[in-house]
């Protein structure tokens, strides 16, 4: 964890804050690893993905 960019899964990450966090294809994960990783950035998050987000997230983003 002493680099500059950390890539970890959201396992790796549980427990863990960083000040920016990337999620990658959160349509990968099941819910509870895609709440650990959306939860781990105290400033900034961003989500990259090709294919249609998780219901809960798509909701959650269109409201």
Do not use: M, N, W
């Not at 960083?18 to 294809?25: G, I, K, M, P």
């Amino acid at each position: 964890l002493t680099r500059a960019v950390v890539l970890l899964d959201p396992r790796q990450s549980k427990g863990l804050e960083f000040d920016a966090v990337l999620v990658v294809e959160p349509a990968r994960y099941g819910t509870s690893d895609l709440y650990v990783a959306l939860t781990r950035a105290t400033q900034a998050l961003g989500i990259v993905h090709a294919g249609e987000l998780p219901q809960p997230l798509a909701s959650a983003l269109s409201s």
